[in-house]
Each structure stands twice: as structure tokens, then as C-alpha cells.
């Protein structure tokens, strides 16, 4: 089996965020999709690990914003490179306002947002999915939506350092989304990237 197939199916990427009592938070994903039409419904499943996750679980309540080809790699670094639990990745950000119940709408680098009310979830093993109704929406600009491709090709920066120099006919494991590059035959299950802190599953396996 071919595990290199899931990379052919398209994505688009957002900025998902929530509000916790005074806390707001945030993280990049590649998977919010209009679930239904009528009624109008957003669908988003949420890795259980993520600190938004449990914000969301507990409030009943996200905003999705929808990244642009306009959007940076900082912005990238800021809300997917590390986690919520330990920083404030809002500190010293001035590209959100608030939307509807103080939740962050995502200004720079995207072209639209969706607020959304939780009316289900459904447990998927590593993840959540969280499934609710639209209670606002809005265009923010004419710049194209950015899809996976899109930020693989033109918005990620070159590979990172190696974590050891690999020689000729090693087995090299890189990190999809920062580069970071572990040297050894096996990668460990429960690897966390040290860069963008991703687990192993987002690891590719690449002979030098």
C-alpha cells in the first residue's frame, strides 16, 4: 500500500480558532469542508492533541478562516509550529479582529472566515469532528484561496538542517510540513517533530 496517494487528494488550509473563558487560540488545518447546504453546515476534524481542540469541546464554538496565496510562512509558524498550551500565539499579532463571541477572525493572509455553532461531534479515533451550523460569514478579499500544493510549492520555506548528516544509502525520515529530517532506518511511533512539533505520521521516508 502506497501511502504517498493521500497526498494526491486536494486541500485547502485555514487558521481554526476558538475562545475558552479569556483564553483565544488557534492552529492551521486541511480539513474544514462544507458539510451540507441545507441546512448550511461547516465540518471540521480536530486532532485531539491540538489545545483548540479542547477549547472548541468545551465551548461549543469556532471560527474558521480561509488562507490566501497572500499568507506567509510566519503566519504558517505562528499557528502551526507550535502549541497554544505554551505560548500566546495571539502576542504581538495584529492580523485578527474579533468576530462573534470573541472568537479570532483571521485578517492577514486569508479571504474569508465562517463562524460556527457546534451542533454534533463524532469521535474518530485520533480525531474530532465537529460539525455545526453557520452563524456568520464574510469575504475579506479577492486573493485565491491557498490549497496544500499551493503552500508546498511557493509559501514553505527549504528544508531545515538535518537533524545528523546523512550519508549516501541511508534512510532519511523528513518532516512534510517544515523539512526537519530525522537520519535512521526506523522513526520512532511516537516521534514528535522538534521544529513544527508534527507527529510522525506527517513524516515521509526518503533514501538518500
Known amino acids: 500500500m502506497n501511502n504517498k ?5 486536494s486541500y485547502g488550509l485555514f487558521v481554526l480558532t476558538a475562545k475558552m473563558g479569556d483564553k483565544i487560540n488557534g492552529c492551521i488545518t ?3 469542508i462544507q458539510a451540507a447546504s441545507e441546512p448550511n453546515q461547516i465540518s471540521v476534524a480536530v486532532n485531539k492533541a491540538n489545545y483548540t481542540h479542547d477549547m472548541i469541546m468545551e465551548s461549543g464554538k469556532f471560527t474558521v478562516s480561509v488562507l490566501s496565496e497572500a499568507a506567509s510562512f510566519d503566519l504558517f509558524k505562528r ?9 500566546d500565539k495571539f502576542a504581538g499579532f495584529g492580523g485578527f479582529r474579533e468576530g462573534p463571541f470573541g472568537i479570532p477572525i483571521i485578517t492577514e493572509g486569508t479571504n474569508a472566515y465562517f463562524n460556527v455553532l457546534v451542533s454534533r461531534t463524532v469521535d474518530l479515533g485520533s480525531h474530532t469532528m465537529f460539525i455545526g451550523g453557520i452563524n456568520d460569514m464574510d469575504v475579506l478579499a479577492v486573493v485565491p484561496s491557498a490549497t496544500y500544493a499551493y503552500y508546498q510549492e511557493h509559501i514553505k520555506q527549504s528544508p531545515a538542517a538535518p537533524a545528523a548528516a546523512a550519508k549516501e544509502g541511508q534512510t532519511v525520515w523528513r518532516c512534510t510540513v517544515c523539512g526537519y529530517e530525522y537520519v535512521g532506518e526506523e522513526l520512532p511511533a511516537d516521534f ?7 507527529p510522525a505520521s506527517d513524516f515521509e521516508k526518503v533514501i538518500k
Open 5 to 9: 496517494a493521500m497526498y494526491k487528494l
Open 192 to 198: 514528535i517533530c522538534p521544529l513544527c512539533k508534527h
Open 30 to 32: 486541511n480539513t474544514a
Open 79 to 87: 499557528f502551526g509550529f507550535q502549541s497554544g498550551r505554551n505560548v
